[in-house]
């Protein structure tokens, strides 16, 4: 790729620093491409903005004249004189500039639009290019709600050369004053509002030969760009000549979308005897404030032949490059890249390698919640007979705020305590970083090692929990929301004011225990079960008790995690308790989560024995999973006074790193548990990830049953530790993704119960008797396919059927109903499900299985059928009176037939009688007993009829069918 650098650069980018946004009408000048962006007016009102177009001209068409911009609000639109602001370094590209300043009347969201008569000629991806309009219309919102706006302004050029066969990146160096976030998304030239270019087409369009295979000659050839960094590949061009696209870089604050502007860009794709340089870029990466970030960037030119043409007597190269940040300029600071130092020097053949010494440290005012985006260029430098190519390499550096120093914990004095005074006093050091806003804290039961490298605040997975925020002003906070008999680990960090936002890294943790006169110890899970499930529990003794009395102990359990009223407890001791442990049991230890608290009684006996002391709540650590398709996550929490992350334990007098067990058993093959691995958790945190052995990967056929031993501290001398308390069992599968074997369906149809063809010509039924329309069944039945290559976990079926020829689940639909497998039958019975009671039994029909992780089938065999109708009127009938053949029905029951309109006409073509079954509830049998519409007789004789039928058939163009006939009315003796 090809990077144009302009003579009047500087001047470029300080109009793109003041943001863009127009629309002009200009005759035969041919615009390449456009941006459009706007940014507040200096020192102006909220509502004042200044809007401009940059446009870039193909010095072939006519000089640019005046623009029109489009402000979007209703207002008159402006006519505004073009600034040139120079040409490319080719000479083939003029660089415009429109601007204008523009009061807009109120709060909303505006589209503001620049529209120029001709694009330049012989754009590839659209048709007529030279007689197209070109059009760019950017979005912009104002709401003081969410603070004041500029939009986004683009620091790379946006007319591009590319080479055949190799991969073309343009970034067009998105860069937010406001720190907003950024986001991408390509979208088609327009020609007028929401109007696109006649038969625009993207670069990989399938039906044209642009793209063929990558640079590697790899296919299929790619062309996106990057929703997050923003960089827009084609990879690669195929076909010399000049094409635009169009994308939006989106701007977005507190996740509401509050702008977007528009590129119109275009790429011109050479054939030179040249390959583009390469640049080996640092992964992305942060900096604290203050700190100094150095790196080495490295870049190189090809040499060697690309693999679309291997012929190795052509010269590629290499040829000398230049390394620079594409964002820095010599005569215009753009902060914060004028900070940035950067110095490559150069070596190798014709000096083709280049290595940068990148030099920043940032500071507190460069703090912002989204990456700065360095874009590093490099260029090469061949011959003049040959084309300068070059490539952009990204590189995104995160800048942090530096963590707050100097925090102190200190609990409460015992008189605090005794007066009933619990709360945790903290300090630190007043933090001086410019745009912090608030000092967040957060605590922990227990000391826990976390040492952040560019992960800001304190992430969940840590256990820390949030406590409360004060302004950055502050620098002291008392926690009441504690209790005594923990040890309270706290933290804070600094967040940063709206919109560039921003964290700084936590603070060091300082850690206060507040003693209590008893603790309790064991909350162990001995048994998970649904009813009989036991819970271990210990305590300690008082360590005031009153001399010359004895302590006594009631026990309290509650469901859940969280402390409740009272009255929710339940007392699980009849009597005061004298010993320290107990086990509690009858509990659903599988689904319920359950608490603890001991109340402290003294007495000289049980019968005078008054509380003195209750103490904090202790659950049993819960565990939970979240499965993969080849892993098992574990993780497992509790609400207890205790650390469940310490680092190191006294037992007996040696020190020993506290590392939680993990047991394991596989249902069906081990009878027992057995210890599967062990958990460092002080840095790792209470969590473990189960992705089997490489002898014994995990099997999505096999059930998996865990617990957790865990490790424990009170973290203080007159607490014996280690505390050991195992979690509930937890039997989990792996997520499965692969589906059942389709099952293999039949079918069969029922007329009152009986086997019936569809197509049986005369129904059995006599047409004297009364016959019910919906008297048909259709019964499904299925077998489930065998064999090692199909699970055998099906728990349900789906039921697919359309009255209508369907191949796919999309043709069905919905199911239309889903039954369950037979508790306790095995997979190889023969499954049934009826349609009962249809008028019909055409359609398409099929089944899928459902595994127990929700997984379907493919559909079985699909089953159409369409139905043969039946409806046969008499020649003759006798409405004398004698009861015999009094009613003109048909001769026997009709099958599938949804409605008739019937009129009989008399010799004379004179229409006597009219039925309508939709007027009769459906009654499509007529039962005319020969008296005309107006009541009377009518008379022996020949009589004729017409009418229509609607039917039921698969094809919805075959149910309607005429109907025509005669018959004779007999009377008297000439029914002998």
């Known amino acids: 790729m090809r990077l144009q650098t ?66 979007g609000d209703g207002s008159d639109n402006a006519i505004v004189k073009p600034q040139s602001l120079g040409y490319t370094e080719d000479g083939e590209t003029e660089i415009i500039q429109y601007q204008v300043e523009h009061t807009f009347p109120s ?164 054939d030179p005897l040249n390959l583009r340089p390469i640049i080996e870029g640092p992964a992305d990466t942060c900096v604290i404030a203050g700190d100094p970030l150095l790196k080495e960037i490295f870049a190189y030119d090809q040499d060697n032949a690309p693999c679309y043409n291997s012929d190795s007597t052509l010269d590629w190269g290499p040829h000398p490059i230049k390394l620079e940040i594409s964002q820095q300029s010599d005569e215009i600071a753009i902060p914060p890249y004028a900070d940035m130092i950067f110095t490559p020097t150069y070596s190798g053949v014709n000096n083709s390698e280049a290595r940068g010494d990148f030099s920043w440290t940032p500071q507190c005012a460069d703090i912002r919640q989204e990456p700065y985006k360095i874009t590093f260029e490099a260029k090469d430098f061949p011959d003049k007979s040959n084309t300068q190519l070059g490539t952009l390499q990204n590189w995104n550096v995160r800048v942090l705020g530096p963590a707050p120093t100097g925090l102190v914990a200190e609990p409460a004095s015992s008189t605090d305590l005794s ?30 090692d976390f040492n952040p490298v560019c992960e800001t605040g304190l992430p969940s997975w840590t256990g820390y929990e949030y406590v409360n925020s004060v302004d950055v002003s502050e620098s002291s906070f008392r926690d009441f929301t504690v209790d005594q008999g923990a040890n309270y680990c706290y933290r804070i960090y600094a967040t940063f004011r709206s919109p560039q936002g921003g964290e700084s890294i936590a603070s060091e943790e300082d850690c206060a225990f507040i003693p209590d006169s008893q603790y309790i110890v064991q909350v162990d899970v001995e048994s998970t079960e649904e009813e009989n499930g036991q819970i271990n529990l210990k305590w300690t003794v008082p360590m005031d008790v009153t001399p010359g009395r004895t302590p006594y102990y009631n026990v309290y359990r509650g469901e859940g995690m969280e402390k409740i009223e009272f009255d929710q407890y339940t007392k699980i001791n009849t009597n005061p308790l004298t010993d320290t442990t107990l086990v509690d049991n009858l509990l659903n230890t599988v689904e319920t989560e359950y608490h603890y608290r001991i109340e402290f009684l003294e007495g000289t006996s049980s019968d005078n024995a008054a509380p003195r002391d ?6 049993y650590v819960r565990l939970s999973s979240d499965a993969g398709l080849d892993f098992i996550t574990l993780n497992w929490t509790g609400n207890v006074p205790w650390n469940l992350t310490p680092d190191t334990v006294i037992v007996n007098t040696d020190t020993s790193a506290v590392y939680h067990k993990v047991y394991r058993k596989i249902e069906g093959d081990e009878t027992s548990f057995s210890l599967y691995d062990s958990v460092f958790t002080h840095s790792n945190g209470l969590s473990y990830t189960d992705r089997g052995t490489a002898d014994l990967p995990l099997d999505d056929r096999k059930l998996y049953t865990y617990y957790i031993e865990t490790i424990g501290s009170f973290e203080h001398p007159s607490i014996a530790e280690p505390l050991i308390n195992r979690t509930q069992e937890l039997t989990v599968e792996l997520l499965d993704t692969i589906p059942p074997c389709p099952p293999i369906l039949s079918l069969a149809n029922l007329e009152e119960g009986f086997p019936m063809d569809s197509c049986v010509v005369e129904p059995e039924t006599d047409g004297e008797r009364s016959c019910q329309k919906d008297r048909f069944e259709v019964e499904l039945t299925w077998l489930n396919e065998q064999g090692s290559n199909c699970d055998d976990d099906i728990v349900s079926y789906n039921i697919y059927y359309s009255r209508r020829t369907a191949v796919s689940k999309n043709d069905f639909g919905a199911p239309v109903a889903t039954m369950d497998h037979p508790e306790g039958r095995p997979l190889t019975i023969q499954l049934l499900y009826e349609f009962l009671n249809r008028e019909y039994v055409e359609g398409s029909y099929a089944v899928t299985a459902v595994d127990d992780s929700g997984n379907e089938s493919d559909l079985s065999n699909i089953i159409i059928q369409d139905n043969c109708h039946y409806y046969e009127l008499p020649n003759a009938f006798s409405p004398n009176g004698d009861g015999i053949n009094e009613t003109f029905i048909p001769m026997r029951c009709p099958r599938f037939v949804k409605s008739i309109n019937f009129t009989v006409f008399n010799r004379w073509g004179v229409a006597i009688f009219s039925y309508n079954s939709d007027e009769h509830d459906g009654d499509i049998e007529i039962n005319w007993n020969g008296k005309t519409d107006s009541g009377n007789d009518v008379e022996p004789g020949n009589y004729y009829y017409r009418g229509e039928m609607m039917i039921y058939r698969l094809e919805e163009s075959d149910e309607k069918q005429e109907i025509k006939g005669s018959f004779v009315i007999l009377k008297g003796n000439e029914s002998q």
Request: with cysteine.
């Open 6 to 71: 302009y003579k009047l650069f500087s001047a470029l980018l300080t109009l793109l620093l003041l943001t863009i946004l127009v629309p002009d009408v200009v005759y035969a000048t041919h615009i390449r491409a456009g941006d459009l962006t706007m940014r507040r007016k200096p020192n102006g009102g909220d509502r004042e903005y200044i809007i401009t177009a940059i446009l870039y001209r193909d010095v072939t068409g006519v000089n640019a004249g005046d623009g029109l911009i489009d402000f």
């Open 614 to 619: 209750t103490t904090t709540l202790a659950s």
């Open 419 to 448: 007066n009933g005074n619990t709360f945790v006093s903290l300090t630190w050091d007043p933090y001086t970083c410019d745009g912090a806003d608030e000092i967040h804290i957060y605590r922990k039961k227990g000391s826990f």
């Open 107 to 270: 709060d909303g969201n505006y589209k503001v639009s620049y529209f120029e008569r001709n694009r330049n000629p012989g754009v590839r991806n659209m048709e007529i290019s030279s007689e197209t309009p070109f059009y760019i219309q950017s979005e912009f919102m104002i709401n003081p709600a969410l603070g004041l706006n500029s939009s986004p302004v683009l620091l790379i050029p946006p007319v591009i050369k590319g080479a055949i066969g190799q991969k073309f990146i343009h970034n067009a160096g998105a860069y937010d004053i406001d720190g907003d976030s950024l986001s991408y998304r390509l979208t088609v030239c327009l020609q007028g509002t929401d109007t696109p270019v006649q038969n625009y087409r993207f670069p990989d369009d399938p039906n044209e030969d642009w793209s063929k295979v990558t640079e590697q000659c790899e296919t299929p050839a790619v062309f996106y760009i990057d929703e997050s960094t923003g960089d827009l590949t084609w990879d690669a061009p195929f076909v010399a000549g000049e094409y635009n696209v169009a994308f939006f870089v989106e701007e977005w604050r507190d996740g509401i979308r509050i702008g977007a502007v528009n590129r119109d860009m275009q790429v011109i794709i050479i």
